[in-house]
T-cell receptor, first 113, second 111 residues
Framework: DVKVTQSSRYLVKRTGEKVFLECVQD?????MFWYRQDPGLGLRLIYF???????EKGDIPEGYSVSREKKERFSLILESASTNQTSMYLC????????????FGSGTRLTVV | QKEVEQDPGPLSVPEGAIVSLNCTYS??????FMWYRQYSRKGPELLMY????GNKEDGRFTAQVDKSSKYISLFIRDSQPSDSATYLC???????????FGAGTRLFVKA
């Protein structure tokens, strides 16, 4: 069964901490994405990557950075966590072979206190 | 105006009902249309995708795209309590990387 695995389901961090969210996919997909999901706001794209070491800003990149050193792994970094970054974070991957439909991970619920 | 509009619901129906979920959009360049289902505390899963206009059927699910009206629908026949979830529409331009999601409609199917 194909998978996108996010390293943590629940995470609690303190304001100002540097936070790493890891995502690994085993489908050899070219494209990977990070979204955050908030009630009433839906899914908002933070960053995406269409190849190793390539990254593109999404709609809300401020306060975040990403790293893609290997094809299967895409990391989201919160440089200095703030309470307004409390959210559900979803990683996804896609490929031309699937019509670019996304396979999502189970999500990481991050709380910043 | 949002690129994709979707009524958040909640929508509550009895078991066995036909459910109609809808989205409207403003970008005429969208060519790929998708529906995702998201159970509570899980990531969304791709249900169906359609290219351009027309209908697509998969079991109890039918996706419809009307590009002239910029309107897409998902129909669920013989709805079951296990269909209770949030349904998100999504769409993308040909050759584009970004997929735009609707806010999701919360569906409850009562036994």
């Amino acid at each position: 069964d194909v998978k996108v695995t996010q390293s943590s389901r629940y995470l609690v961090k303190r304001t100002g901490e540097k936070v790493f969210l890891e995502c690994v996919q085993d489908m050899d997909h070219e494209n990977m994405f990070w979204y955050r999901q908030d009630p009433g706001l839906g899914l908002r794209l933070i960053y995406f990557s269409y190849d190793v070491k390539m990254k593109e800003k999404g709609d809300i990149p401020e306060g975040y950075s990403v790293s893609r050193e290997k094809k299967e792994r895409f990391s989201l970094i919160l440089e200095s966590a703030s309470t307004n970054q409390t959210s559900m974070y979803l990683c996804a991957s896609s490929s031309p072979m699937t019509g670019y439909g996304y396979t999502f991970g189970s999500g990481t619920r991050l709380t910043v206190v | 105006q949002k690129e994709v509009e979707q009524d958040p619901g909640p929508l509550s129906v009895p078991e066995g009902a036909i459910v109609s979920l809808n989205c409207t959009y403003s970008n005429s360049a969208f060519q790929y249309f998708m529906w995702y289902r998201q159970y509570s505390r899980k990531g969304p899963e791709l249900l169906m995708y359609t290219y351009s206009s027309g209908n697509k059927e998969d079991g109890r699910f039918t996706a419809q795209v009307d590009k002239s009206s910029k309107y897409i629908s998902l129909f669920i026949r013989d709805s079951q309590p296990s269909d209770s979830a949030t349904y998100l529409c999504a769409m993308r331009e040909t050759g584009g990387f970004k997929t735009i999601f609707g806010a999701g409609t919360r569906l409850f199917v009562k036994a």
